[in-house]
């Protein structure tokens, strides 16, 4: 049985509500195959300078981003 290659990747991410403001401590949950992210928070400018992002094996197949008082949003499109 052949198996392809998985690697993590990390691109920026950056949470802003609708008037652009940052929103800190929101947690971001990184869905993987291979279990790469879990459950992270954005720092204090709503920044997160290492967001996981699965290739091959380690797909990734999507992400939520919450924080109470907002509403959550899930992010399926940017990976397919």
Do not use: W
């Not at 993590?8 to 929103?23: I, N, Q, R, T």
């Not at 954005?42 to 509403?71: L, V």
């Amino acid at each position: 049985v052949a198996h392809s290659q998985g690697a993590v990747s990390y691109a920026f991410l950056e949470v802003v509500d609708s008037f652009d403001k940052p929103v800190a401590n929101a947690a971001v949950k990184v869905d993987a195959s291979c279990g790469a992210g879990g459950a992270l928070l954005t720092d204090e400018k709503g920044r997160m300078e290492k967001f996981p992002i699965g290739r091959g094996d380690c797909n990734t197949h999507d992400f939520t981003i919450s924080k109470s008082g907002y509403y959550p949003i899930r992010d399926i499109a940017l990976f397919r």
